[in-house]
Structures are given as C-alpha cells and as structure tokens.
C-alpha cells in the first residue's frame, strides 16, 4: 500500500512530518507498537531436546519392559534395558544439541544503531526502539531494520537479495508506484533485512518487528507443522509392526503355556524372554551411531546436519529446489565478455580466449585501453595482503578491477602513473560517470556508462590502433552488439575517453569522445557446480532452480551449468489452474521471479507428488519452503539467522556441490543402515524361532532373559557400529533414489528369513544333541547364535561382493568387532561370568563344533553371490 501514496499521503496517514517524531510521540509509539524485533521461533532448551529423543516407538516399548522386569524384580535385565535407552537418547541429544549451539554462535549479539529525526534533531538510537513514523537517514553500508518509506533519494542502491532474490542491487526513487507493483520492483520502498551499498536517503519507517515484511514471513512459518522424515515414519511403521507381534506371539504363548497345565509365573517369564528376543533392543542406538557417524563425515565436506534423521533423508532425496544466487553462483560480479576492436574476448579461470584460443592482452593493444580504462574510471580499491587480494567498492567497479588485473593492470600502480584532478559522478538521470587524471602533462577524461548514452557521446572509436569515425550505422551496430551481449544476462558497460585541455568542464569532458568498447560481467556459476548437476542427473535427482532473479539471468546461469529444462517467471504460474500447475511444477526447470508464496506452493505441489524434497535458502524469502520441505538447506555464510533456525542442514560453505557430496553420505547412510537392520533382524528371527520351539515342544528355555541381553549387547553393538562405517557401493550415484513407498524390510526380508533360520537350526540341533547337560546345552546354544551373528556380519558387508572383492581388512573396525565379540562370548564361558548367565565352560573341540556350525550361513549366502544369485 504504502509504495501506491505520494510522500504527502504516507506523512500524513503516519500523522508524522519530514522533522520526526518528538521523543514523548516515540514513546507513547514503543508501547502501542512494542519494540522493532521479531519474535524468536526456536531458543535452545537442552531439556526439551533430550525428551525429544523419546518419541520411538522402539524406546516404549523397551521402556515398558523394563518396568516389568523392576517389577518382577529383575533388576539386571531392568539396568542393561535401561542403558541401551538412555545410550540411544544421548547420542540424538548431544548431536542436535551441539547442531543449535554452533548456529547460536553463528547469530549476530550486537543490535545496530540508527540515525533518526526526533524532535528535528539528529540522533542514533537502537534499532529496536524505532518506531512508525519515525523519519530515519541512511547511507552506504547501513542495514536496514525496519520496512520504510522513502521520501528523499540520492543515487540509492540496495541489495535485497535476502529478501527477493535478486542478485544485482537494486536502483531507488521517491516516485509514486502502482499499486499492484511486486515486491522487488518497489523502487520506493526499503526492507527490513536489505542493506544499502550505494548513496543515501531520507525515508519514513512505515511498519516495524512482526509488521515487517520479514516479520510477515516469520509469523508464517510458525503456521507451518514440523513434519516426521521418511526415516522416522518407516522406523515408526515398523517398530509398531514388532509391538503388534510382540504382543500377540506373547499372549498366544502365555495362553497356551497355562492351558497346557503350565506354571503362570514361568510362562510370564517365557513371555519377556519371547519379547526381549524379538525387539531389536540395540537397534536404535546402532541406527543414531551409524546417522552420528555420517553427520562427521558430512561435516568434513560443509555440511552441518542439526538433527539425525536429516542425514539419511537426504539420501532419498528426489528432487533438489535450489536458489541461484550464491549456491549455483559465486555471489559475486565477474567480467566474462568484452568486446572492442571488432573482437569478442572470453575471460575464463583469469585467461583471455579469442575465437576459442587463448590469448594474452597484451597483444591486442585496444583491448588493454579497455581494460585499463575501466580501472581510471573507477572507485574500487584493490589491496594485496601477501598473494591475497581484496578488493573494495561497488560489486560493478570490483569486477573492472579484477578483469583488468587478469590482463596484467594493478590499480594501484597504474593510479601512480595518473593523478586523479576530478570526478563527475554517475547518477541514475545521467547514467555514466567521467573522472579526469593528469597523465605526463597532459589530462585525460576516461569515461563509463550505460553503453547507448556512451556511443551518444562518441564521435570515434579505436580500431587497429588508429581513431576512426564513428558513422550513425556503426553505432547501430555496436548496439546490436550490446543487445546481445545483454540477451546473454551480462551487465554491460560502455568505455571512452579523450585528451582534454586544463580548462575543461563537464561538458568538454564528456563529448566527442573516443569509443573503447563494452565489458560484460555476470554473477558466475561456482567452477563445481557443472558436475554436480551432472552427478544428480546420474543418480536421478532433478533440480529445479528457483529464484527471484528474472528469467534471462536464470536461463543464461542454467545454460553455463548445462541445467536444461523450461523457463516460466512467477506472474505467469499465477495465473495457472491447480492442475495446470501441478504438471507446470513436475515439467519446468526453471523457476524465475518467484515469491514466497508461490516457492512455498511449488514444495507443497512436489511433496503431494510424492517427491522428496530438499530446498535450499539464504533469506526471509526462503523460509517458509525451507520449514515445509522434508530437507531445509540454510546456507551457513551469507543465510539469515531465521533461515538457520528453520533449516535441517546448513552448508557452512553456501556451495551447491557440497549438497551432492552429502546426498552420497546420505545414501551410504540408507545402505549400511539396511546392513545393520539385516543383522539385527537375522538375530532376532534366530532368538524368537529357538525360543517358540523350546515352548512348543516343551523344552527348557536354550535361553535365558540375561544370555539375550548379553548376546544381543556383544553382537549387535560392535558389528552393527561396524557396518556403519562400511564404504559406499560403486554404483552409489548412479542409481534411482530409494523409493518413497518402500518399508524398511524393503530388499531384506528374503535374507533375514534366511539367515535367521539357518542359525535358529544350527542353535536348536545343537541344544538338542546336548541337552542332557542343561548348562552346557545352553552353553553351546548361545556360542552358536553369537557367532551365527558375526558370520552373518561379515556377509551383510556387501550385497553382491564376496568377501575376498570386498576385502577382509578394508573395514578394519568390523575385523576388530567380530575379534572382540567372539573375545567377550569365550569370556563369559570361561570365567565366573558363566554362572551369572547360567552357562559352564565347554571343551575346546566343542567349541570348534560350535564355530563350525556357526559359519554356515556365511558359506551359503558366499556362494550365493559367487553365482550372482540375488537373495
């Protein structure tokens, strides 16, 4: 509204006047409209994070039956059933927990100071205590705080990409606007979150805190529900599965057991010892390590992961919404084009190609008149710090700087040889700026601008080394030469200059002037980014780019980084049906000029598709879709603290890449996550068909409540943790993405079943033969079942390579488990821990059988892959 009234109209429905607000009017304001802050959407609390690692169903169920055993005063199996609670719980705190501390430091302590009118004086006051009304000067460098008005203007630019996407800054006026103008064309307007980088202005603030546009965007993402991760669904599907199972087998059993005349108190305890058998206790614990383990890895490539499931979400990523500016590009203004002598010049990794060649400036003397004059011409400072350079200035000025210091020119010493004696300075009116240097005697005038108002002021132009006219039809040419330039989405400068008289002026000094050519630059693609899309078209992910930028930038950016696809700008979506739009989402690559709205709209449309989605944001504009994304990807070094917050990972180094990088981590986390899941289940089914036929044949119990925990303890931690570090499958990135609809059992339930029925025949025939010695039967019962386990263990290593491809030492962790397990099992057989499990120690030749039976699941699924037999 407020960009549709004249200055008048905004002062007077503010009741305010150009001299500000009294200090008395901005008090009774603070209170009415509360001070200029956002409200805070997350604040760290330890207490809550840590409860929040209790919301598996998994955790309650082993919850409940440690409560049972207090109860039924098995202390032992309480405290071990307890530990592996709080063990699981610790590590999801500790990682979110360090995950919220490292972006609370990331966050900005220092609230700025503004310069503000009140009681027609100038003064500073905190940002937080301005007010509607209140009539605030800005210049160069300031933040913006609050959503104003502008009354008064001096060649203003802002850069408001934070909040629009757009990557170059933005010109502004004081001029009356139509109403229905987007946001990023409100030339009259500033933002809270922008900042200026050029000129100054007088403006009126005309909403502050949660009335901002920022503020708007916040009270918005509140709305929006934190949703479960495809991970957390499928372990919640199936951790209920395993309570239904639990629950029903142990009822039957129990049931069964006292109609056959049974104890009641023994078929109870045969019902907890059927239970701790079939819940995969050690499950959660191994599958937060194995997340906790991917989370370092993917930190080593800038990838922050805040909560554990997000690692392994990522891997089933689909479809990657990412923005342009800073995570495609460089964020920053690069030559790539110019043009002079009738020659375009490339400039790629700092060399200059002609017609496809490399070529040195030197050799092309009008060239280097180009470049040098773009240096005279020019207010950016250039610093070397050691072989480090550091440039100041204006985006557009830093970039003739850096093209010039390719050639060979350093600013400084070329300063040296032309003494500065005037400057006319660039105004939007004039479009160009001229700045005058005294050169061995002799003034010179080198001048740039917008390139039709340059060739207006040219009468010749340097060709071949010689000063030619400049004929009405070669102006045409040139600007058709610009034009193309431009339909490439570079900004494009025209150079002249001239030799002057001492008594010039700024008419003299800019007319009849000698055309030098055009210098292109553009916000180029990161060097990575090219193979990254590459590496994404291989595994099957598409990425879509949207941004805030218009459609030619984004097409021209998309065909540099071979991102192909159909371009469509936001006004145009609009106006599509809801089915339309559905199909335009699935179908268009390129997303230009989009709000937060319609980005917001587009996630929302991808995940009622089925799709996966990871988005990636740096602004106020990218919050919301970052919140409804099942991934939110905040960038780290430019990304808004709000962004942050919202966000599951956060790339500490805004690069696209790095994003390819932790999908890769993402799917080595979905595999060996199924290799644990395959070894755990093995067990389980072993435990629970060993434990149903003792009861139905009436048998004692080969195993008691204690010897599964310990078994359970030995075998599924070290071995499981080992998987975990399991090096990825060549053919990782160049396969589909894992299918949303799959279960977790998905691809595992044939070799579980397997696995876990060959150990439960080995454990039982075992028990069997020596079942006259109880001890010993269930001695060598429990030998065979644990070393089943790690036999199991080394096959769950890879699903098509034998052992000796993979290689018996390349995984030196799981060689060290399966030592130290087989090490804890002899242990607890030939110690005085054997009666604490109900065990005896058994001969040497016995415990040979034991190990031999053990391995023969391991030799059948070997072979198995030797015949390239899938199970």
């Known amino acids: 509204m407020w960009h549709s009234l004249d200055k008048k109209e905004v002062l007077e429905k503010l009741k305010t006047s150009e001299n500000g607000l009294s200090d008395e009017e901005a008090l009774k304001r603070l209170k009415e409209y509360g001070k200029n802050e956002l409200k805070q959407i997350h604040k760290i609390n330890p207490f809550f994070i840590f409860l929040s690692q209790f919301k598996s169903v998994f955790i309650l169920i082993l919850f409940a039956a440690a409560i049972f055993s207090f109860f039924i005063e098995h202390y032992i199996d309480f405290g071990v059933i307890m530990a592996i609670i709080v063990l699981n719980s610790t590590i999801g705190f500790f990682q979110q927990y360090k995950a919220e501390?490292?972006?609370?430091?990331?966050?900005?302590?220092?609230?700025?100071?503004?310069?503000?009118?009140?009681?027609?004086?100038?003064?500073?006051?905190?940002?937080?205590?301005?007010?509607?009304?209140?009539?605030?000067?800005?210049?160069?460098?300031?933040?913006?705080?609050?959503?104003?008005?502008?009354?008064?203007?001096?060649?203003?630019?802002?850069?408001?990409?934070?909040?629009?996407?757009?990557?170059?800054?933005?010109?502004?006026?004081?001029?009356?606007?139509?109403?229905k103008v987007q946001l990023a064309d409100r030339e009259n307007m500033l933002y809270a979150g922008t900042t200026i980088v050029r000129g100054n202005a007088k403006a009126v603030v005309v909403s502050t805190g949660m009335r901002t546009e920022f503020g708007n965007i916040a009270e918005k993402v509140q709305t929006i529900k934190q949703k479960k991760t495809p991970l957390e669904i499928k372990l919640d599907a199936f951790s209920k599965r395993i309570a239904a199972i639990v629950l029903i087998i142990t009822i039957l059993i129990v049931i069964a057991g006292i109609y056959n005349g049974e104890e009641i108190f023994q078929m109870i305890l045969a019902g907890i010892v059927l239970a701790v058998s079939v819940i995969p206790e050690g499950l959660p614990a191994v599958i937060s390590i194995t997340l906790a383990f991917a989370i370092k890895r993917m930190q080593k490539y800038n990838a922050l992961i805040r909560k554990l499931p997000a690692g392994e979400t990522l891997g089933r990523t689909t479809v990657i919404c990412t923005d342009k500016t800073g995570t495609l590009t460089e964020e920053e203004m690069f030559v790539t084009t110019t043009y002079c002598n009738n020659n375009f010049f490339k400039i790629e990794d700092h060399s200059f190609y002609l017609d496809g060649r490399k070529t040195s400036p030197e050799k092309n003397k009008e060239l280097l008149e180009l470049l040098r004059a773009g240096i005279m011409c020019n207010n950016a400072r250039l610093e070397m710090k050691?072989?480090?350079?550091?440039?100041?200035?204006?985006?557009?000025?830093?970039?003739?700087?850096?093209?010039?210091?390719?050639?060979?020119?350093?600013?400084?010493?070329?300063?040296?040889?032309?003494?500065?004696?005037?400057?006319?300075?660039?105004?939007?009116?004039?479009?160009?700026?001229?700045i005058i240097r005294k050169r061995n005697g002799e003034f010179v005038s080198y001048v740039k601008g917008a390139p039709d108002i340059i060739l207006k002021k040219c009468s010749k132009e340097l060709v071949n080394g010689k000063f030619v006219n400049l004929t009405?039809?070669?102006?045409?040419?040139?600007?058709?030469?610009?034009?193309?330039?431009?339909?490439?989405?570079?900004?494009?400068?025209?150079?002249?200059?001239?030799?002057?008289?001492?008594?010039?002026?700024?008419?003299?000094?800019?007319?009849?002037?000698?055309?030098?050519?055009?210098?292109?630059?553009?916000?180029?693609?990161?060097?990575?980014?090219?193979?990254?899309?590459?590496?994404?078209?291989?595994?099957?992910?598409?990425?879509?780019?949207?941004?805030?930028?218009?459609?030619?930038?984004?097409?021209?950016?998309?065909?540099?980084?071979?991102?192909?696809?159909?371009?469509?700008?936001?006004?145009?979506?609009?106006k599509l049906s809801d089915k339309d739009f559905g199909e335009a989402v699935q179908?268009?690559?390129?997303?230009?000029?989009?709000?937060?709205?319609?980005?917001?709209?587009?996630?929302?449309?991808l995940r009622e598709q089925r799709e996966i989605v990871a988005v990636t944001g740096d602004g106020v504009n990218d919050i919301l879709a970052l919140k409804e994304a099942h991934i939110g990807i905040a960038m780290g070094i430019r990304g808004t603290d709000m962004a942050r917050d919202v966000s599951d990972i956060i790339l500490l180094d805004d690069n696209f890449s790095t994003i390819v990088h932790a999908i890769r981590e993402g799917r080595r986390v979905y595999d060996n996550m199924k290799k644990s899941i395959k070894l755990h289940l093995s067990a389980n089914i072993d435990e629970l068909f060993v434990v149903i036929a003792a009861i139905l044949f009436a048998m004692p119990l080969p195993f008691l409540p204690l010897a599964i925990l310990w078994m359970n303890l030995i075998t599924d931690s070290l071995p499981s943790l080992a998987l975990a570090v399991e090096k990825e499958e060549d053919n990782i990135m160049k396969r589909g993405p894992i299918n949303h609809s799959n279960n977790i059992l998905n691809g595992v339930l044939k070799f579980v079943l397997i696995a876990g029925f060959i150990s439960f025949l080995a454990t039982i025939i075992l028990f069997i033969i020596y079942q006259a010695d109880l001890e010993k039967a269930r001695t060598m019962a429990l030998t065979v079942s644990v070393f089943c386990e790690l036999f199991i263990a080394?096959?769950?290593?890879?699903?098509?390579?034998?052992?000796?491809k993979v290689g018996l030492f390349s995984n030196k962790f799981m060689l060290f488990s399966i030592i130290a397990a087989g090490a804890l099992q002899i242990i607890a057989v030939y110690t005085p821990l054997a009666g604490f499990f109900g065990l005896k120690a058994i001969s040497a030749g016995e415990l040979l059988i034991a190990v031999a039976a053990s391995s023969l699941g391991f030799i059948f699924f070997e072979i198995m892959k030797f015949f390239k037999i899938k199970i």
Not at 134 to 147: H, L, M
Not at 395 to 423: D, H, I, Q, W
Not at 794 to 804: E, G, P, V
């Open 794 to 804: 080394l096959a769950c290593r890879s699903d098509t390579k034998n052992i000796w």
């Open 587 to 605: 179908k268009i690559t390129i997303f230009a000029r989009i709000t937060p709205e319609i980005k917001l709209r587009i996630i929302r449309t």
């Open 101 to 179: 501390k490292i972006i609370a430091k990331m966050k900005e302590f220092i609230v700025p100071k503004v310069k503000v009118l009140r009681n027609g004086k100038l003064s500073e006051v905190l940002s937080s205590e301005i007010v509607p009304g209140d009539i605030i000067v800005i210049s160069e460098g300031d933040k913006i705080t609050a959503d104003c008005r502008i009354l008064y203007v001096n060649e203003l630019q802002a850069n408001e990409a934070v909040l629009t996407g757009e990557s170059f800054p933005q010109d502004k006026s004081s001029e009356k606007l139509l109403l």
């Open 472 to 574: 009405s039809d070669r102006k045409k040419e040139l600007l058709n030469v610009y034009s193309k330039m431009a339909s490439d989405a570079l900004r494009v400068l025209g150079f002249a200059y001239k030799e002057i008289t001492a008594r010039f002026n700024q008419e003299t000094a800019e007319s009849d002037l000698i055309f030098l050519g055009f210098q292109g630059m553009l916000d180029i693609p990161r060097k990575e980014v090219k193979d990254a899309i590459r590496d994404c078209r291989n595994a099957g992910i598409k990425v879509k780019m949207l941004t805030g930028d218009s459609e030619i930038t984004a097409k021209a950016i998309s065909k540099m980084i071979n991102l192909q696809g159909e371009s469509i700008e936001g006004v145009e979506l609009e």
């Open 386 to 434: 050691g072989r480090k350079i550091e440039i100041f200035g204006d985006p557009t000025e830093k970039a003739l700087v850096m093209s010039a210091y390719n050639s060979g020119f350093v600013k400084k010493t070329e300063l040296e040889k032309e003494k500065r004696v005037k400057e006319y300075s660039f105004s939007s009116s004039r479009k160009m700026m001229s």
